[in-house]
């Protein structure tokens, strides 16, 4: 976040204050589940919820009160574009940025695919998420597996924020707020558990944000996102391409 | 039960394991600072902050794992301490109350205001105790339902000149009503899903709230809301015979309306409280704590679970509403402001910290909360009347420490740091319930 002064070159300085950042957000992801998740294991059905706000608020805080509560801000780093067309005077333009943002989602989006659906890690993880008990009866080394899995989360997580940083330009302490419900309201619309589904329920949370935003009015974005949230709870509770979820006792 | 001491060679090894990965944590956040300024940024070390951070977590490790070396075989056990808790509860509950009543009429201003707000935050605990600790269903939301009563009695008394009695039912109704909207779409989530979205709920309205300006005032909010009357009577010094003084003859003072507001807060709070003490007596509350535990034997046993969650969102919402109604006549102000995320997380922690479920733990959970927050800010004062100089300030830190209070009392004592969860109804003699413990064959 804070790295890559000193440095002219602005892709090495990027690359590196990526790699410092995630590697700092890694160590954070795997704090978290060591101390506030794994010891609720087991503890009843509230406790690792209360805990996870908890820990939501500390590093929140933590943030304020280290980094102070104002907006810091970036100058633009990846400046430019290119013209895709051009009708009646109006130019549509797209800037390196929104370029950059893309083809890393998508490089970001095949990479996660593959590690879940393909490696012994991502059949790991989707097993504990159906069974954990059964799980480790099988031989998975559970913890290591969850462990790994906050890590992961805590990487993509960076990214997400770095790409935010450089196209909005500026960050608060406050800013995982909102996104963090906006991703949830993703995933539960495109249905939990499905990758395609996240995808598509981003993608689809994004729109609906845009076009609200120009046809209707830009104070109330986030009350649009969080309607669909609970307009989809209501009427589609498994998302769009998630599968019923079936409770065994 | 002891644990086995370990080789001071493997202990020094893990607690400096442990300050390395504070280390790791802690360099970039505490180790560096970015400030904007008027110049552009400007990039602040505090390495000896990062240095002493780092030391505190290696000597914290080392004294944690030689603590559970020495930690005597016979310490109470934390289900003891419950027991005990429970038993002294009897007496200290109704001290608690006799204190509340007799305090306006030995302290000064100050001591009422802070008892106001304490006592406003026992009754939206006891609010939120209903749902989150009668029936378990995580409402991050809650502050949504405050502000619905504060701005209910903001609006209806500013705009109609309804009075606070008559309007304090409707914002409670209103909250209710609010309760059950929010209730349907949330009816079949578990809990995870239950929090976010009631997370996004109280978002929401606070979105509106700010950005509805012809109805709300927006940012601004409603100011110039009247002040609550003793069957009619003002508290002012205007001298009009419908007034306070003027009927009893006494002369006028401000601590009297503020002594006057102390004790419509305790009688809200005391009757939140005397609601939920029969209510759990009820079948309701009956379902309520089953449903708490296991919801698909509550089913199984058919009970409605549509009404059962319905009535604890709307009953703790209804309570939140009284409390916003409050809340708008102590203040004669309500702005957006007031109710932030920051503050739903705060009952939630008073909840939680009292043991979900226990109202004498809420009660004490209140008072040391808001109440140590109020005496940091007196540390403060003192400190700087003293002419120490210190931009140390506590109070930046409250929501910080709340946050690993919440952590800490879910890994420590999940059932927190009073209750011992003893069932209102019980055939024969009172055990402890919890699904868990069934589940480990000792229910």
Same mark, same amino acid.
């Given at each position: 976040?804070?790295?890559?002064?000193?440095?002219?070159?602005?892709?090495?300085?990027?690359?590196?204050?990526?790699?410092?950042?995630?590697?700092?957000?890694?160590?954070?992801?795997?704090?978290?589940?060591?101390?506030?998740?794994?010891?609720?294991?087991?503890?009843?059905?509230?406790?690792?919820?209360?805990?996870?706000?908890?820990?939501?608020?500390?590093?929140?805080?933590? #943030?304020?009160?280290?980094?102070?509560?104002?907006?810091?801000?970036?100058?633009?780093?990846?400046?430019?574009?290119?013209?895709?067309? +051009?009708?009646?005077?109006?130019?549509?333009?797209?800037?390196?940025?929104?370029?950059?943002?893309?083809?890393?989602?998508?490089?970001?989006?095949?990479?996660?695919?593959?590690?879940?659906? +393909?490696? !012994?890690?991502?059949?790991?993880?989707?097993?504990?998420?159906?069974?954990?008990?059964?799980?480790?009866? /099988?031989?998975?080394?559970?913890?290591?597996?969850?462990?790994?899995?906050?890590?992961?989360?805590?990487?993509?997580?960076? #990214?997400?924020?770095?790409?935010?940083?450089?196209?909005?330009?500026?960050?608060?302490?406050?800013?995982?707020?909102?996104?963090?419900?906006?991703?949830?309201?993703?995933?539960?619309?495109?249905?939990?558990?499905?990758? !395609?589904?996240?995808?598509?329920?981003?993608?689809?949370?994004?729109?609906?944000?845009?076009?609200?935003?120009?046809?209707?009015? #830009?104070?109330?974005?986030?009350?649009?996102?969080?309607?669909?949230?609970?307009?989809?709870?209501?009427?589609?509770?498994?998302?769009?391409?998630?599968?019923?979820?079936?409770?065994?006792? | 039960?002891?644990?086995?001491?370990?080789?001071?060679?493997?202990?020094?090894?893990?607690?400096?394991?442990?300050?390395?990965?504070?280390?790791?944590?802690?360099?970039?956040?505490?180790?560096?600072?970015?400030?904007?300024?008027?110049?552009?940024?400007?990039?602040?070390? &505090?390495?000896?902050?990062?240095?002493?951070?780092?030391?505190?977590?290696?000597?914290? &490790?080392?004294?944690?794992?030689?603590?559970?070396?020495?930690?005597?075989?016979?310490?109470?056990?934390?289900?003891?301490?419950?027991?005990?808790?429970?038993?002294?509860?009897?007496?200290?509950?109704?001290?608690?109350?006799?204190?509340?009543?007799?305090?306006?009429?030995?302290?000064?201003?100050?001591?009422?205001?802070?008892?106001? /707000?304490?006592?406003?935050?026992?009754?939206?605990?006891?609010?939120?105790?209903? #749902?989150?600790?009668?029936?378990?269903?995580?409402? /991050?939301?809650?502050?949504?339902?405050?502000?619905?009563?504060?701005?209910?009695?903001? @609006?209806?008394?500013?705009?109609?000149?309804?009075?606070?009695?008559?309007?304090?039912?409707?914002?409670?109704?209103?909250?209710?009503?609010?309760?059950?909207? @929010?209730?349907?779409?949330?009816?079949?989530?578990?809990?995870?899903?239950?929090?976010?979205?009631?997370?996004?709920?109280?978002?929401?309205?606070?979105?509106?709230?700010?950005?509805?300006?012809?109805?709300?005032?927006?940012?601004?909010?409603?100011?110039?809301?009247?002040?609550?009357?003793?069957?009619?009577?003002?508290?002012?010094?205007?001298?009009?015979?419908?007034?306070?003084?003027?009927?009893?003859?006494?002369?006028?003072?401000?601590?009297?309306?503020?002594?006057?507001?102390?004790?419509?807060? /305790?009688?809200?709070?005391?009757?939140?409280?005397?609601?939920?003490?029969?209510?759990?007596?009820?079948?309701?509350?009956?379902?309520?704590?089953?449903?708490?535990?296991?919801?698909?034997?509550?089913?199984?046993?058919?009970?409605?679970?549509?009404?059962?969650?319905?009535?604890?969102?709307?009953?703790?919402?209804?309570?939140?509403?009284?409390?916003?109604?409050?809340?708008?006549? &102590?203040?004669?102000?309500?702005?957006?402001?007031?109710?932030?995320?920051?503050?739903?997380?705060?009952?939630?922690?008073?909840?939680?910290?009292?043991?979900?479920?226990?109202?004498?733990?809420?009660?004490?959970?209140?008072?040391?909360?808001?109440?140590?927050?109020?005496?940091?800010?007196?540390?403060?004062?003192?400190?700087?009347?003293?002419?120490?100089?210190?931009?140390?300030?506590?109070?930046?830190? +409250?929501?910080?420490?709340?946050?690993?209070?919440?952590?800490?009392?879910?890994?420590?004592?999940?059932?927190?740091?009073?209750?011992? +969860?003893?069932?209102?109804?019980?055939?024969?003699?009172?055990?402890?319930?919890?699904?868990?413990?069934?589940?480990?064959?000792?229910?």
């Amino acid at each position: 976040m804070l790295a890559g002064f000193g440095i002219t070159s602005v892709p090495l300085a990027l690359a590196i204050a990526l790699i410092a950042s995630c590697a700092i957000a890694a160590l954070y992801g795997w704090t978290v589940e060591r101390v506030a998740y794994r010891p609720l294991r087991g503890s009843f059905r509230l406790a690792p919820l209360i805990s996870a706000i908890g820990m939501s608020i500390v590093l929140q805080n933590f #943030v304020q009160v280290s980094q102070g509560a104002r907006d810091l801000n970036l100058q633009p780093m990846i400046p430019g574009g290119f013209e895709v067309m +051009r009708e009646n005077g109006f130019i549509v333009q797209l800037s390196w940025m929104q370029v950059v943002i893309t083809v890393v989602t998508l490089a970001l989006l095949t990479l996660f695919t593959w590690l879940v659906t +393909r490696t !012994p890690l991502g059949r790991a993880m989707r097993a504990c998420e159906q069974d954990l008990k059964m799980a480790g009866l /099988l031989g998975i080394d559970t913890n290591r597996t969850i462990s790994l899995t906050f890590v992961i989360g805590a990487i993509l997580a960076t #990214v997400a924020g770095m790409l935010f940083l450089l196209y909005y330009g500026s960050i608060n302490f406050f800013i995982g707020f909102s996104a963090g419900v906006k991703a949830f309201t993703a995933a539960v619309l495109g249905g939990i558990g499905s990758l !395609p589904g996240a995808v598509l329920g981003g993608l689809a949370i994004g729109l609906i944000e845009s076009f609200w935003s120009g046809y209707a009015s #830009v104070p109330y974005k986030n009350v649009a996102a969080f309607s669909v949230l609970v307009i989809v709870l209501i009427f589609m509770p498994s998302g769009l391409l998630g599968r019923a979820d079936i409770e065994k006792v | 039960m002891s644990a086995r001491p370990l080789p001071p060679a493997a202990m020094l090894r893990d607690a400096g394991l442990s300050a390395l990965v504070a280390l790791g944590l802690f360099v970039v956040l505490i180790g560096l600072k970015l400030t904007p300024t008027d110049a552009g940024m400007v990039l602040e070390q &505090r390495w000896r902050a990062l240095a002493i951070v780092v030391a505190t977590v290696f000597v914290g &490790r080392l004294l944690m794992l030689q603590w559970r070396v020495w930690r005597p075989a016979s310490a109470p056990t934390p289900r003891v301490l419950a027991e005990a808790l429970q038993r002294s509860g009897r007496w200290v509950a109704p001290l608690l109350l006799v204190v509340a009543v007799v305090l306006p009429l030995f302290s000064g201003r100050y001591v009422i205001d802070v008892g106001i /707000l304490v006592l406003t935050y026992v009754m939206l605990g006891w609010g939120l105790n209903i #749902v989150v600790g009668l029936a378990g269903l995580l409402d /991050l939301g809650y502050v949504a339902f405050y502000a619905v009563g504060a701005y209910s009695y903001a @609006l209806f008394s500013t705009t109609f000149h309804f009075g606070f009695w008559v309007t304090l039912p409707v914002a409670g109704l209103l909250a209710a009503c609010w309760g059950v909207i @929010l209730g349907f779409p949330v009816l079949r989530l578990r809990g995870d899903y239950l929090a976010i979205v009631t997370l996004a709920f109280g978002e929401i309205i606070r979105v509106v709230l700010i950005n509805w300006t012809s109805f709300t005032g927006g940012p601004n909010g409603v100011s110039d809301i009247p002040r609550p009357t003793l069957f009619g009577l003002k508290f002012n010094g205007s001298g009009d015979p419908d007034t306070f003084a003027v009927f009893f003859g006494v002369d006028y003072s401000i601590t009297q309306r503020i002594m006057f507001l102390y004790y419509v807060i /305790l009688g809200l709070a005391l009757l939140t409280n005397w609601v939920s003490l029969r209510l759990r007596r009820l079948p309701l509350g009956r379902a309520w704590e089953a449903l708490r535990e296991d919801e698909i034997a509550c089913r199984a046993l058919g009970i409605d679970v549509t009404v059962t969650k319905l009535t604890a969102f709307a009953i703790g919402a209804t309570f939140g509403g009284f409390a916003g109604a409050f809340f708008a006549t &102590r203040q004669g102000f309500v702005s957006p402001e007031s109710f932030t995320f920051t503050e739903s997380a705060l009952v939630l922690a008073i909840v939680v910290l009292g043991g979900l479920g226990s109202q004498l733990g809420v009660a004490l959970a209140a008072l040391v909360m808001i109440g140590g927050t109020e005496a940091l800010r007196f540390v403060n004062d003192l400190l700087s009347s003293l002419g120490i100089q210190s931009d140390f300030d506590f109070t930046q830190y +409250r929501m910080l420490v709340f946050g690993i209070a919440l952590v800490v009392v879910m890994v420590m004592r999940p059932r927190g740091l009073v209750s011992g +969860r003893v069932p209102s109804v019980a055939l024969g003699q009172r055990t402890e319930i919890a699904a868990e413990l069934v589940a480990q064959g000792r229910g």
